[in-house]
Structure formats: structure tokens, C-alpha cells
């Protein structure tokens, strides 16, 4: 081995003179490492920037929308839909990419709604999961300045990789409201001598397809013919105030009881065959378990006192909750004798139940108990109260104003009011069928 000594000119300047020794100060050089720098506070619901800023998480994103004016939740070819609008938000916003911005990039990404709303539902506890890119911070924001002012989007939350928004969904939560006006038994409703189709699909999540159809607001064609003569021009609102201004009814306490009662048959597992379509009585799918349905009282909307009710259930068939509100509504105001709603529980009977418009239904929240008791430990609990602020906000400032401004300018519900009669759906013959329903 050769001494330092016979060591050549170029050798000695790039090789240290004395080894280093363990007690040698390391030299520093660029590349040493620079003084931790404090984290950026970062917008609630975002995390800090993972080690590949492009790589998608699993999330559950929190929204609200107005449904007016959309096919309904789910994304149908050829309809404008929330789920639409929400997709190229995202994907302007950078939270998808512009290669899973096609219907096999949505597959891609796992999108899954909580429940799907029907046409012209609304929602304010709407969740999404889907594989999103959340990174840089902000994705919240910029989402929203991409969104349409009717639908906004609140915040989200890491999840684990399995989740699926509608499976993981535990219960949901729905509101329907309505004027207190539609209980006035001396008001009838608007006659219209035309009648629209209105198209419907569904509300809550379910298990199987079902094509979209056209139901009539179910004045039926008879029914129509026998009132035209009388009804033409009768029913109609004084000049230039809405349908129901003058009612001098109130909707006190002894109304709220007496509407609870009535609702109190829908709660537990019951048989709801009769409350949605072209599903048999022995059809498992038609046992659902209702956990409570009230009436939450009387609060006004620029003015004008409407009736809150609220639903929650594990999950809900085509049409069914509009069909427990129209059927509730017929017994309260004595169109439908006492005991026909029961006997629509019933197992074998068969009833042509009234469906309530669906301008005062929205779905209001969404739980997932059994997945933050699994996971909560490990992720953030899912749950719409973090945002409680946003939420009341939103219904306050845009979607109960928007239900208002729609039965003002359309009547839906005093037109849908006139066809709640005997002789349209023939309460009067139900209960000589045989005997009650179940419950």
C-alpha cells in the first residue's frame, strides 16, 4: 500500500491529508438539511400533503343542493343531473383527472352517492365517496367556485379505502314540509283543467334499478270531467295573492298530537307495498324499518307558516315517502276515513295510495354510526354536524326560500290538493275489503 507521501500532485488535492476521526465535525455542504419549517395551518377537513401530491384518496365529500330544475341525484345520459354538475366541478378543480373525466374514469373513481333524490328533490346532508385527488390544499374551495350557486359543496373527510357512501350508510334522514294551509279543511285546492305529467324517480337509496317514469298528479281523467262544470274558476287565489293567504286555520298543538298520531302507524317494520310501485306484497324489498316519522311543528318561510315533518329510516322505496305524507295528510283531513292508512299497511290489500309533490321533500342527513364505531379511531367521524353552521345557512338563506318561490309561482301544492279526494283514489270502498293493516 502505497504513503501519503508518494502520493501525486492531483491525489493530494482531492484527498483528505489524516483519515477523519469519529470525533470530526461533519462538514456541511449544500445539501445538508434546512431547519424545519412550522406546517401551514390548513381549511378544516383537509389533511397535510402526502408524499405523492397527484395520488387519489378515498373521501367522503359533504353537499347540499336545490333540486329544482334537475332529473334528480344520479347521473342519467341526456339528463341534467346533480351528480353531473358535482363530477366536472371536481375535475376542474383538480380533484379528478382529466383521464378518469369520462364515464369510465367515474368508474375509476368509485363515485357512490348516499341516496339518490328524485327529480326536483332537494338535499342538504347529501355524502359522495369517491378516489380524489386532495392535494394542493384548498380542494373545498375551489370545488365550489366550479359548482352552480344551487348546489354547494362543504367540506370532506378521509375514509378507508372500502368505503361506499350508500352501503356504509347506517339510517337517513328526509324532511318533507308543506303550508299549513294544505290542513284548512274549508280550502280545496286549484282546479287545472290540463293536467302535466310529471316525471319521477326516487328518493333514498335503492337497491335496484328503476326506469324513470310519468305518473299523473292522480286527478284522474273521471274525476276531472265530474268537477270541471263547478270547479273552473272557483278555487282560484284572489289577484295577486298566493293560494292559501287568506286561511285564518292554525296549526296548534292539538294539530301537531293529532298529525303525530296518525304518523306513529309507519314506525317499525312494516309493509309498504302500497306505498311505492311495482313491488309485490310478498316482495322481501317491501319490509322497511322506519325508526321514527313526526311532525316537528310550525316555522315560517318569508312570512308564511309551513309544517316540518321528519322521516328517518334505514333506507326507502320509489315514491314511498311522498306516498306516507300524501296518505297522512288524507286521513288528517278527512278525505280518507279513519284506518286507511293501516289497512295500506296491510300485507295482501292492495290501495292506490296519493303521493304528495314532491317540492317539499329533501334529504336532510345521512349516518354512519357503525362506521366511525369501527374506524373512528383511525379516521375522522363522518358525520354533517361539523359543518352545522354552513348547513343552516344553506337551508335557510337558499333552499326553504326556493321550495317557497316555486309553490308560489307553480300552485303545486293547491293543484296537487284538489285531486285529494274520494273520488280519485275511492278511500270509501278500502276498509269493505276486509279487515285492517298490519301495525
Known sequence: ???????????????????????????????QPAEPVAPTALPPGELPADTNPNKKRKCALFLSYVGHGYQGMQRNPGAKTIEDDLFNAITEAGGISEANADEEGFKKIHFMRAARTDKGVSAVGQVVSLMMVVNPPGI?????????????????????????????????????IF???????????????????????????????????????????????EDAATAEGTNLPSAGQPYGSDSTFVFDTDCINRLNGILSHYQGTRNFHNYTIRVAASAPQAKRYIHSVVCDGVFEINGTKWVRTVVIGQSFMLHQIRKMIGMALAEFRGVAPEGCLKHALGTFHLAKTPMAPDLGLFLDECYYEAYNNRWGHQNEHLQLSDWQGAVDEFKKEKLYPALAKRDLEENTNAIWLYGLKDSTYKFSEWLDRGGLGEG
Not at 508518494?6 to 465535525?25: G, L
Not at 367556485?145 to 378521509?158: F, N, S, T, V
Not at 290542513?183 to 337509496?205: M, N, V
Open 179 to 225: 303550508p299549513v294551509w294544505m290542513f284548512d279543511p274549508k280550502l280545496e285546492g286549484i282546479y287545472r283543467p290540463k293536467l302535466k305529467k310529471i316525471d319521477t324517480s326516487e328518493e333514498g337509496a335503492k337497491e335496484d334499478d328503476e326506469e324513470e317514469e310519468e305518473i299523473d298528479i292522480d286527478i284522474d281523467e273521471a274525476a276531472r270531467e
Open 140 to 176: 373545498i374551495d375551489r370545488i365550489n367556485a366550479a359548482l352552480p350557486p344551487a348546489i354547494r359543496a362543504y367540506g370532506y373527510r378521509r375514509t378507508v379505502k372500502g368505503f361506499d357512501a350508500r352501503k356504509a350508510c347506517d339510517k337517513r334522514r328526509y324532511e318533507y
Open 1 to 31: 500500500m502505497p504513503n501519503q507521501d508518494d502520493r501525486t500532485p492531483e491525489e493530494a488535492a482531492v484527498q483528505p491529508s489524516d483519515p477523519p476521526t469519529d470525533n470530526a465535525a461533519p462538514a456541511i455542504t449544500d445539501a
